[in-house]
Nanobody
């Protein structure tokens, strides 16, 4: 089991940027498919971005939800137990609790968009974007 801790959330204005961090309790997350999801009040959990693990099934790709494409970037850190979500041009609709998730390296392709494929979750970090 991997313990995940998110940080970096906060209150910003529309158009601002934020970088979220996710720290894992393992030495490296290289063998895990990692993802970010978000949940706004009264809404279902929404896929934001994923960094698929390099494996026999994948060369290690990144995918984004339609609402964040071109604005958000997911990356794995130089510290191998970290992943990040760089969020630019933030909008009020981006307001939500953002969750980091880890899944096995068998999660790839269309499976990587599905929350039920991830086995470990952080507690979330609040992002609030004011207009």
């Amino acid at each position: 089991q991997v313990q995940l801790v998110e940080s970096g959330g906060g209150l910003v204005q529309a158009g601002d940027s934020l970088r979220l961090s996710c720290s894992a309790s393992v030495r490296t997350v290289s063998s895990y498919t990692m993802a970010w999801f978000r949940q706004a009040p009264g809404k279902e959990r929404e896929f934001v971005a994923t960094s698929v693990a390099r494996s026999r099934w994948s060369t290690g790709t990144t995918h984004y939800g339609d609402s964040v494409k071109g604005r958000f970037t997911v990356s794995r850190g130089d510290a191998e137990n970290m992943i990040y979500l760089q969020m630019n041009s933030l909008k009020p609709d981006d307001t939500a609790v953002y969750y980091c998730a880890a899944g096995p390296n068998t999660v790839f392709g269309s499976m990587a968009y599905r929350a039920d494929k991830y086995t470990d979750w952080g507690q979330g970090t609040q992002v609030t974007v004011s207009s």
